[in-house]
């Protein structure tokens, strides 16, 4: 790990503006990826900002009915929430699904957010990643390619967001708040939080330098049933060849959004509307844009048949 230097900020105000004026500085919470990055050299922060003291654990009604969840509200304490576990069980689900119970009683809910892809090419530091060290080349176009992305990806990148809480919260519009290094607060809808890679994969989000998530606001209960199937290669922690987030209603519609597969949880306004007409019609919606390489084809049809299987859950609930 390379040598840093290191403070706490008192304010979300301080920690941003702190940030933005130490070029290479970087945010600190539960660390449970930035950490590994560092040590093996993948993110070498000059300086770190510790957030931890800066109280926005709390998890808080909002006036329309809603909640709002504090940026460094844990994911075991935002998955045991009875709020959350009555009202918006896909997000309950999908945490459980993501991590061990150490890993989630530390990482907090905006580091879940912006953690980094697990593409093995982007942690073997001898080979070229665009998101690594940008204009060195893909190692993975080419390479191989079981676990990366078959929709939304570029000529420059076909790495896939890790996270599993993310895909919950993209079906329940969730909206994430930050305040910039001057002070000033902003709301960012989460179907906008996450970037397509494009030309530029090592920007993944749509947050200004420095600029800081205070907390997350879901919006009113969608009620209906909530489902989050994830297909992984192994029983045991594993991060998603193929999720599925989903609410369904009593009368067939439903919205969902699906992991392991793009840059970002990936939903589609048409598919949500194929959702009453079955799992191939979803899929084709959902998948019109697709461009899966020889080792990953396969997820086309995870994608459809775990789509099937969330629909089947649905009416037997």
Known sequence: MKPFTYERARTPAEAAAAVARQPGAKFLAGGTNLLDLMKLEIETPAHL?????LKLDRIEKTPDGGLRIGALVTNTALAADARVR???GVLTRAIVAGASGQL?????TAGNLLQR???PYFYDTNMPCNKRKPGSGCAAIGGYSRQLGIVGTSDACIATYPGDMAVAMRVLDAVVETVTPQGQTRTIPIADFHRLWGDTPHIE???QPGELITGITLPRPLGGTHIYRKVRDRASYAFALVSVAAVTQPDGTGRFAVGGIAPKPWRVAAADTAWSQGA??????LLASARPTEDNRFKVTLVERTI????????TA
């Open 49 to 53: 900002v510790d957030v931890q003291d």
């Open 86 to 88: 009555r009202d918006y």
């Open 104 to 108: 989630r009683n530390k990482a907090s």
């Open 117 to 119: 892809t697990r593409c």
């Open 205 to 207: 989000t749509n947050l």
């Open 280 to 285: 191939k019609a979803a899929t084709a919606a």
């Open 308 to 315: 099937a299987h969330v629909m089947s859950e649905a009416r």
